[in-house]
């Protein structure tokens, strides 16, 4: 794989001044290496462009589109995918996949609930990303110790996972009446969702992660050639580790938003989180073969493809191409983004 | 089947052994005009233009990174030209690629062999052209493959699979598959690169053969002699640019090397730093093993001294340095470093005790090819930055800085993208980044491997300063020349096991050479251990 024009990622953007950040770089690659560097930014910006042109097609064609309140819906609606999107983009930026996500949120919601009826909502709630932390742990020793690629650890873990749901609840939901649990999915600070908040604060502490810090950087190198950072005293274990359990909280958390919206554990409860994070990710242009990619992208994505789906409804058109249209964005965008990756060599 | 089951012939369609009708006057095999390739920032060729007549053995000769290479990829297929025009036997090549190539007669044996390991001999050397039946495989590889063998003269086991065989038999199926598939044309980049002498003349035979059936060999090569010998023409290419095309005959090593260099060869090695006073030594090895690779190594390297170690491809030579380093099992034997033992080596301590590795292959093990330069060059040193947990990226970067102005790095870009940059460019990133902390021990493997003459001097010169400031260096590299000009001792390592030590100043390189080979040795010592 030929990574020229998309070497000066995004490992060292500024986290917070994104704007400014792109005009930036903009300016900077057109100018220094031309025709390719044109395409590495179609690469890069193709979500963001798709996303901008979808936003504006629908604020003219429904009135009900651009309103903040149902802005907000969507955003508070994708909050739990828009967190386990951030934090997988960390785990395929290291090389990895985790196929676990769904599982963890599976029996982190049924655990969240199961404790919020034995002692306390407040402690249901935060025991999902809890365990979700100890679950992708889990994960990553079971790669980095058996030398398992993480597809199959994470497919195979899966299953244990969301075998551990069923067998807490024998398949029965677990319905908590404490007001209190619910706060989490449903509660508002000053008119904004709390787990639109929780997003937010998520995604500033997964890019902060991914750019400002040793464990980020080594996350890059360990994706870009494991070799390499091996040999510079990288401890790869370790990162892969770090990466696959910042996945599980990040499920775990998007566990306790779920359930808490709900109010009331079900062992099928974001079981299909883990396809729709993977198609955010890949979605906003991180490299499957790792080494490159930006939180702030797939997050996007998955924006991207909610916009798609409420689209949809505001357009009153017909669901059943729902899926069908949503596939080929996933295709085009993908394919522009090989378009830019790739070089004739 | 017109096929009948007692044709001698083997190939795809049984032409291989056909006489190629001769007619007076043939196309030329192949036509380069005006060809040009750029990587990134290094021009790769330069308006090359050459004529390759039909049957003809033709010599592309030229240093490391001069485009020898790259001009046998893009006649194969593997590389499309910037500009230019390419003519294979008379007609152009429009949307030429390896597909087209090959149907249209162009093998190539490229450097890094193209196999698929898992395979048996006779699958991969059938591979593309196997013969079927109604959708079923014909189980006649066999057969086609001992008609193969017995025109080629190579001895292989057709159900050895692939992934078993040293590199050398590699070579061979590569070949009898170019045969398979009756290339009319055959590229044969740096093919004896990792032959045994007995080999490499088993593999000068066959590139006579392929001659004298009317095949024309493209045979890119780095040894003057082997061009000179048994090449028609030759080809001489510097940074890109053809210098010049002529009859072997009129042409001599020495004028081939002014050809190559541009200059005389004298200046390319710096002088040797001054032997460096008598002390202990910082970096001891005691009978040292590791794996199949490493039987029995002992050495010894003091402050200051540049001690090379000269072997082949396959000797150990490598293994030796990764185990120093930490990245291969130390199974027996021991490593001091000053004077303590060195035990349970990682590279993340070999880098805290200032010993460091320089490794062969910079894309696989040495650089990010995805990060930039400055990633790359503070990879190992980025707790010098971590200030509670968060990356200072200003003194990240003026480190960098001051390393790419200290390396003279082109282009002078903290945030360039490492894999634009030209392979010596890629190489001194390798040393700033584990100069940083001015190390004690250096371990070089094959420090100049694939990067251009000025980068090489460069290099070179490097490595004299580093020793200047009492480094202790290991040097490996397959250009002898290199080891035997720089190193104060040399020692010869050959199966994994130190068969000899040499003073570079007193001995000559072909008798080095020799030894190394397992030819006759006459003046060397003794194992020195």
Request: proline share 4%.
């Amino acid at each position: 794989m030929n990574i020229d024009s998309q070497a000066t990622d995004d490992s060292s953007a500024p986290a917070l001044s994104i704007p400014s950040a792109l005009l930036t770089r903009l300016r900077a690659e057109v100018a220094g290496d031309g025709w390719w560097s044109v395409l590495g930014l179609v690469r890069r910006y193709a979500v963001l462009v798709m996303l901008a042109a979808l936003f504006v097609v629908l604020s003219v064609a429904s009135s009900a589109f651009l309103t903040t309140e149902n802005l907000q819906n969507i955003v508070n609606e994708q909050s739990y995918l828009a967190i386990v999107a951030a934090a997988g983009t960390l785990v395929i930026i290291s090389g990895g996949f985790d196929l676990s996500t769904g599982a963890i949120a599976q029996v982190g919601n049924v655990v969240a609930a199961w404790v919020a009826v034995h002692y306390s909502s407040t402690l249901g709630l935060a025991a999902a990303p809890v365990l979700g932390l100890a679950l992708g742990c889990l994960n990553g020793l079971v790669i980095t110790r058996l030398r398992i690629h993480s597809f199959l650890a994470t497919l195979a873990s899966s299953l244990v996972y969301a075998g551990l749901a069923l067998l807490i609840t024998n398949g029965f939901l677990i319905p908590v009446k404490d007001p209190a649990f619910t706060v989490l999915g449903q509660g508002r600070v000053g008119g904004v969702y709390i787990a639109v908040l929780v997003l937010i604060a998520f995604v500033l502490v997964a890019m902060v992660l991914l750019n400002r810090t040793v464990l980020g950087r080594h996350i890059f190198a360990v994706g870009g050639n494991q070799q390499a950072a091996e040999l510079s005293g990288v401890r790869v274990d370790a990162v892969k580790v770090a990466a696959f359990g910042f996945s599980g909280l990040a499920a775990g958390l998007a566990a306790a938003i779920l359930v808490s919206r709900v109010a009331s554990g079900e062992p099928q409860t974001g079981g299909d989180i883990t396809l729709q994070a993977i198609a955010s990710v890949i979605l906003g242009g991180t490299s499957i073969y790792g080494g490159v990619g930006a939180v702030w992208r797939s997050v996007a994505g998955v924006f991207l493809l909610a916009l798609i789906a409420n689209g949809f409804d505001l357009l009153n058109a017909n669901p059943f191409y729902k899926d069908l249209v949503t596939g080929l964005v996933i295709v085009s965008a993908v394919a522009l983004s090989a378009a830019g990756g790739r070089r004739r060599r | 089947m017109p096929q009948s089951s007692s044709s001698p012939v083997p190939g795809g369609g049984g032409r291989i052994t056909l006489p190629q009708p001769r007619g007076g006057t043939r196309a030329p095999a192949v036509e380069l005009e005006g060809i040009s390739k750029r990587f990134g920032s290094t021009q790769a060729l330069a308006d090359v233009s050459l004529t390759i007549e039909a049957g003809e053995i033709h010599a592309l000769v030229g240093e490391n990174g001069a485009g020898k290479s790259t001009l046998g990829k893009i006649i194969g297929g593997i590389y499309v030209p910037d500009e230019g025009r390419l003519t294979v036997a008379g007609v152009a090549t429009g949307g030429w690629d390896t597909k087209r190539a090959v149907s249209a007669g162009v093998a190539t044996i490229q450097q890094e062999l193209s196999l698929v390991p898992d395979l048996t001999v006779a699958e991969n050397v059938f591979l593309g052209v196997e013969r079927s039946r109604f959708g079923l495989l014909r189980g006649d590889l066999r057969r086609r493959f001992e008609v193969l063998q017995s025109q080629s003269g190579f001895k292989l086991d057709p159900d050895a699979k692939v992934r078993d065989l040293r590199i050398a038999d590699q070579q061979k199926v590569e070949v009898l598959r170019a045969l398979a598939r009756d290339a009319r044309v055959i590229v044969m980049d740096e093919p004896t690169s990792s032959l045994t002498a007995d080999e490499t003349a088993k593999l000068h035979d066959l590139i006579h053969a392929l001659q004298a059936d009317g095949r024309t060999v493209i045979y890119v090569t780095h040894f003057l002699d082997a061009a000179l010998e048994h090449g028609d023409r030759v080809t001489v290419l510097r940074d890109g640019r053809l210098i010049r095309t002529s009859p072997t005959a009129e042409e001599t090593s020495d004028s081939l090397v002014e050809a190559m260099l541009g200059r005389s060869l004298e200046i390319t090695f710096p002088a040797r730093p001054p032997e460096p006073p008598a002390a202990e030594p910082v970096l001891s090895l005691r009978d040292v093993r590791s794996g199949d690779a490493v039987r029995g190594v002992s050495l010894d390297v003091r402050p200051g001294e540049i001690v090379g170690l000269a072997g082949l491809v396959g000797s150990g030579r490598s293994e030796v340095a990764r185990v120093i380093f930490g990245a291969e099992p130390l199974d027996g034997g021991e490593i001091l470093v000053g004077d303590r033992p060195y035990q349970n080596a990682t590279p993340r301590r070999s880098s805290r005790r200032k010993l460091v590795l320089i490794p062969e292959d910079r894309r696989q093990q040495g650089l990010v090819l995805t990060q930039r330069v400055s990633d790359n060059i503070t990879l190992p040193h980025l707790r010098k930055f971590n200030r509670a947990g968060f990356l200072m990226h200003g003194r990240e970067r003026s480190l960098a800085r001051r390393m790419i102005e200290r390396f003279d790095i082109h282009p002078r870009r903290v945030d360039g993208p490492v894999a634009t940059l030209s392979g010596g460019n890629q190489q001194k990133v390798l040393f700033a980044k584990w100069m940083v902390d001015e190390p004690a021990v250096v371990l070089l493997d094959e420090p100049t491997r694939g990067v251009d003459v000025g980068a090489k001097q460069h290099i070179y010169e490097i490595i004299v300063e580093l020793a200047r400031g009492g480094a202790a260096i290991l040097l490996i590299s397959s250009e002898l020349e290199e080891v035997m000009a720089l190193s104060h001792r040399v020692y010869l390592i050959r199966d994994g096991r130190i068969v000899g030590q040499v003073d570079p100043r007193a001995v000559p390189v072909d008798d080095v050479l020799f030894s190394l080979f397992e030819v006759q040795a006459p003046v060397l010592p003794a194992s020195a251990n």
